[in-house]
């Protein structure tokens, strides 16, 4: 019996052949590693050493899709395959690193929405793993499948902001980004008028003092996360509804659909059929 050790290597290399195939994706793959190495180069000359795991994460995200490919025997059309590298690459490198959702408002936002697109395409593809078939479409109505792609899609959005929240609480990050408010309706602050929500508006300053008492003034009530977290949930909730709809109709015309083919994973088994077939 092989020892572990080959066995990851030839794993390895094997995921390296299988980036290889695609010169397209490959290419978008080689520039794109090529950046973080100049990256990480320059983190190392200006001595900021907390870049670096960020790079290298970065450069190992990358090598998922192959990796997928690899071992549940996939066939990743080149669009998508594109599409995750860039969003591996802005996310994790021109996001925390160049510090572009500071940056750029929307960023973050973008990502949400590709994130649920691309997990909703992923959604389609699993139901085809567990069921083998050929085509989508042929044991399930297109609206079931539409629904588990978008449940599916949402669940992978839930769950990272379940990790943000507990890298916030337990590393003390600021994954969930907090916001200044002008208007604040809580039931936890008293009022004289008697009702149960008490509506403080126009906030243009507040004081905040701990037990050292050091006071820090900020230019309004510091939401700690809500609005970033339901920002993120509602664009990932687009992206996995817009691309829910065009796998519906995708399914509804037996798999005649120029923009879900560029998006759905497909087996490899079911790609030599259908090549024996034709």
């Not at 290419?27 to 100049?38: G, Q």
């Not at 090598?63 to 071992?71: Q, V, Y």
């Amino acid at each position: 019996m092989p020892p572990k050790t080959t066995k990851k290597r030839r794993f390895f290399v094997s995921v390296l052949s299988e980036i290889k195939k695609d010169k397209r994706a490959f290419a978008v793959y080689l520039s794109l590693n090529a950046l973080i190495a100049a990256i990480i180069v320059r983190a190392v000359i200006e001595a900021r050493w907390d870049i670096i795991p960020s790079g290298v994460l970065a450069m190992v995200l990358l090598l998922l899709p192959p990796a997928l490919e690899k071992g549940f025997r996939l066939k990743m059309p080149t669009t998508l395959e594109i599409v995750v590298y860039i969003f591996v690459f802005s996310s994790a490198v021109l996001g925390e690193i160049e510090d572009f959702y500071r940056i750029f408002p929307f960023w973050d936002m973008m990502l949400h929405a590709m994130n649920g697109f691309i997990f909703s395409a992923v959604g389609f593809c699993l139901v085809d793993i567990f069921h083998r078939t050929d085509r989508l479409g042929h044991t399930l109505s297109p609206f079931f499948l539409s629904l588990v792609a978008f449940c599916f899609a949402m669940t992978i959005g839930v769950l990272w902001e379940f990790f943000e929240y507990g890298a916030d609480s337990i590393l003390h990050t600021d994954m969930q980004k907090d916001y200044f408010v002008r208007n604040l309706h809580t039931v936890s602050l008293p009022n004289g008028t008697g009702a149960k929500v008490t509506h403080f508006t126009d906030i243009t300053r507040v004081t905040v003092e701990n037990a050292a008492g050091e006071c820090v003034e900020m230019e309004g009530y510091l939401d700690v996360g809500l609005r970033d977290t339901m920002k993120d949930l509602m664009m990932n909730f687009a992206g996995a509804a817009l691309f829910s709809v065009i796998g519906f109709f995708y399914v509804k015309r037996r798999g005649n659909g120029k923009i879900a083919k560029q998006f759905i994973p497909t087996l490899e088994e079911s790609e030599a059929k259908k090549e024996g077939e034709e």
